[in-house]
């Protein structure tokens, strides 16, 4: 059985930084794109980040191009989220996801953690 755990979120003044990890236990995740959504309160769950199974290819939402960044360490099933020139738009529940295809729907994705809150205060 497959699991996720995401930590590194906090509470964090706008303009700071913040790193999410991603562990992945249960089976090698390798060949599965990874991805990082995110839920705001009252909000549905939107993309964030993905990135292929080699590294070799990122894509992210607008709100978040140029200040966030992906990246994976396959053999240590990791993935992570650097989070810099953080915004108060930014608070949500942050989830990691693993899917075969990978999209931008949070319905094709196999595998999901179980979120961590990022708090960016004004």
């Known amino acids: 059985q497959v699991q996720l755990v995401e930590s590194g979120g906090g509470l964090v003044q706008a303009g700071g930084s913040l790193r999410l990890s991603c562990a992945a236990s249960?089976?090698?995740?390798?060949?599965?794109?990874r991805s990082w959504f995110r839920q705001a309160p009252g909000k549905e769950r939107e993309f964030v980040a993905t990135?292929?199974?080699?590294?070799?290819?990122?894509d992210y939402a607008d709100s978040v191009k140029g200040r966030f960044i992906i990246s994976r360490n396959n053999a240590k099933n990791m993935l992570y989220l650097q989070m810099n020139s953080l915004k108060p738009e930014d608070t949500a529940v942050y989830y990691c996801?693993?899917?075969?295809?990978?999209?931008?729907?949070?319905?094709?994705?196999?595998?999901w953690g179980q979120g961590t809150q990022v708090t960016v205060s004004s």
């Open positions: 990135i292929n199974w080699s590294g070799g290819s990122t």
């Open positions: 996801a693993a899917g075969r295809g990978g999209s931008y729907q949070p319905d094709t994705y196999d595998y």
């Open positions: 249960g089976r090698t995740l390798t060949s599965y794109v």
